[in-house]
C-alpha cells in the first residue's frame, strides 16, 4: 500500500516509547536495525536513522488517544480514490457490515502539506470521533488499540470495501445498509466483544456515527 519511500507506522510500547519507521527507507527493506524509538516529545531515544517526518502527525494521535496502541499511514490506491474525489465520500455511509463495526466511516481530514504540524493539526476535529481517516490529496491514517497486524487488517479490509463500492458504482447504485441494519450491527459488536468506534465514551452508538443528521 506504499510506492517509493511513502507511507510510515508506529507502535506505542510504553507511556512514553513509541517505535516508528525511518525517514526516506523503502518500508520493504526496513529491517530491526532502521527502526528509531522515540518519546512523546518527539525526540530520539534509540536508533541510528532519523524518524518519519510525519513525526508531528503521530505524537498528536497518541497525545489525544491514549486508547490507541498502534498506528499506519499509507496509500491504498482504491481508498484514496476517495481522497480526490470531488463527489460522495461513501467510506462515509454503511454499506457492508464487516467495515462497519470494524472500521466505522472515514472522514477526509482537509489538506495539509505533509510533514507539517498544520498536517497533523487538521486531524483535530476528526480524531476523537474516528478512527480512519482519509487525508486530502494524500492517503490514508487508520489508528487501532490492538497490535500492527491487526490494523493492517483494517487496511484490507477497507481496500477491498474500496473495490466493491467503485465497481458497484461502475455498473449501477450502491445499495446502503439502513439506519436500522446498522443499528443491529452493534450485536455483532457485543458477540465479537468489538469496541466503540472513537475514543472511549465519544460515540454512543453506530447510528450516531452514519445518520447524524437523523439525530
Sequence with gaps: YTTSLGGNLSVKLEENLILITPTCV???EVSEKDVVFIDMQGKT?????????????????YRDRPDIKTVIHCHPPYTNTFAILK????????????????????PVVPYGEPLTQKLADNFAPF?????AFLMENHGLTILSSADIRRTLQLVDILEVS??????????????E????????LENTMKTRNLPMIGAP???????????????
Design 26 to 28: 523503502e518500508k520493504s
Design 45 to 61: 531515544v534509540e536508533g541510528s536513522r532519523k524518524p518519519t517526518g510525519e513525526v508531528p502527525m503521530y505524537l498528536n494521535f
Design 87 to 106: 463527489g460522495t465520500n461513501w467510506l462515509m455511509k454503511p454499506v457492508f457490515p464487516e467495515t462497519v463495526v470494524e472500521v466505522g466511516p472515514v
Design 127 to 131: 480524531i476523537k470521533k474516528y478512527n
Design 162 to 175: 474500496a473495490i466493491s463500492i467503485l465497481q458497484a458504482l461502475a455498473v449501477g447504485e450502491v445499495k
Design 177 to 184: 445498509l439502513t439506519r436500522e441494519d446498522v443499528q443491529n
Design 201 to 215: 465514551g465519544v460515540n454512543a452508538s453506530m447510528v450516531d456515527l452514519y445518520f447524524p443528521a437523523e439525530q
